[in-house]
T-cell receptor, first 113, second 114 residues
Framework: EPEVTQTPSHQVTQMGQEVILRCVPI?????FYWYRQILGQKVEFLVS????????KSEIFDDQFSVERPDGSNFTLKIRSTKLEDSAMYFC???????????FGSGTRLTVV | QKEVEQDPGPLSVPEGAIVSLNCTYS??????FMWYRQYSRKGPELLMY????GNKEDGRFTAQVDKSSKYISLFIRDSQPSDSATYLC??????????????FGQGTILTVHP
C-alpha cells in the first residue's frame, strides 16, 4: 500500500537553529499538508499546499515557517529560528483530492533544546 | 465552545465488547467526517470517511453522522486487543477557502484487554 514517508523520524536541535523536515507524499496525490501535535494535545493544522503554492495556512504558520516542493517528489517544512515551543510531532499528509481522506506519514519528532 | 469535542477517556473494555466513540462539533459548515486511529508515536491512520449524514460500515467498524445534532460516532464490534490505540475524529467543510483543512478532536484512548 502506498505510504507517505517522513525523514528524519527524530530531530534534536538547539533553540534558534533552522530545521528542515522532509516528506515524500504518495506519487499521484495533488494536495499536501503539514500538521503538528504537541505532546498530549490535538493534532493541529499548519498549512495546505496545492498547485505549487500555499492554499491555506493557520495562525500558527507565521513567518517562521515555510514550505516548498523543490522537485516532483519531496515536500519540505522549514522552521527558522526554532523555539522551545516548536517541540512537537510534525506530520505530513497527502490526498488525491481536497475532499478525500488523507494519508499521514509516521511523523518527525522535533525536540528543541 | 470548542469546535470539536471528544471525550479523551481513557476507555477500557474487555475483548469482544462493542465500543462506542463519539464527537460533537459546533461548526455547521462541516460536511466531511473522518475517524483516524493512532498508535503511540505513529501518524494517524484513516479508518472511516463519510460525507454528510448517515451510516457507513466497513468490517467491524460503523461510522454514524447526525448533522442535525452535530454528533458523530464510531462503533467497533467484537473489539480486539489490536484495536487498542487513540481514536481521533476529524472533520472539514466542503469548500469556500478550505483546501482540505481538517479539524481534529482531542482523541479517545482505547484499551481492549484480553
Amino acid at each position: 500500500e502506498p505510504e507517505v514517508t517522513q525523514t528524519p523520524s527524530h530531530q534534536v536541535t538547539q533553540m534558534g537553529q533552522e530545521v528542515i523536515l522532509r516528506c515524500v507524499p504518495i506519487s499521484n496525490h495533488l494536495y499536501f499538508y503539514w500538521y503538528r501535535q504537541i505532546l498530549g494535545q490535538k493534532v493541529e493544522f499548519l498549512v495546505s499546499f496545492y498547485n505549487n503554492e500555499i492554499s491555506e495556512k493557520s495562525e500558527i504558520f507565521d513567518d517562521q515557517f515555510s514550505v516548498e516542493r523543490p522537485d516532483g517528489s519531496n515536500f519540505t517544512l522549514k522552521i527558522r529560528s526554532t523555539k522551545l515551543e516548536d517541540s512537537a510531532m510534525y506530520f505530513c499528509a497527502s490526498s488525491p483530492d481536497a475532499n478525500y481522506g488523507y494519508t499521514f506519514g509516521s511523523g518527525t519528532r522535533l525536540t528543541v533544546v | 465552545q470548542k469546535e470539536v469535542e471528544q471525550d479523551p477517556g481513557p476507555l477500557s473494555v474487555p475483548e469482544g465488547a462493542i465500543v462506542s466513540l463519539n464527537c460533537t462539533y459546533s461548526n455547521s459548515a462541516f460536511q466531511y467526517f473522518m475517524w483516524y486511529r493512532q498508535y503511540s508515536r505513529k501518524g494517524p491512520e484513516l479508518l472511516m470517511y463519510t460525507y454528510s449524514s448517515g451510516n457507513k460500515e466497513d468490517g467491524r467498524f460503523t461510522a454514524q453522522v447526525d448533522k442535525s445534532s452535530k454528533y458523530i460516532s464510531l462503533f467497533i464490534r467484537d473489539s480486539q486487543p489490536s484495536d487498542s490505540a487513540t481514536y481521533l475524529c476529524a472533520m472539514k467543510d466542503a469548500g469556500g477557502t478550505s483546501y482540505g483543512k481538517l479539524t481534529f478532536g482531542q482523541g479517545t484512548i482505547l484499551t481492549v484487554h484480553p
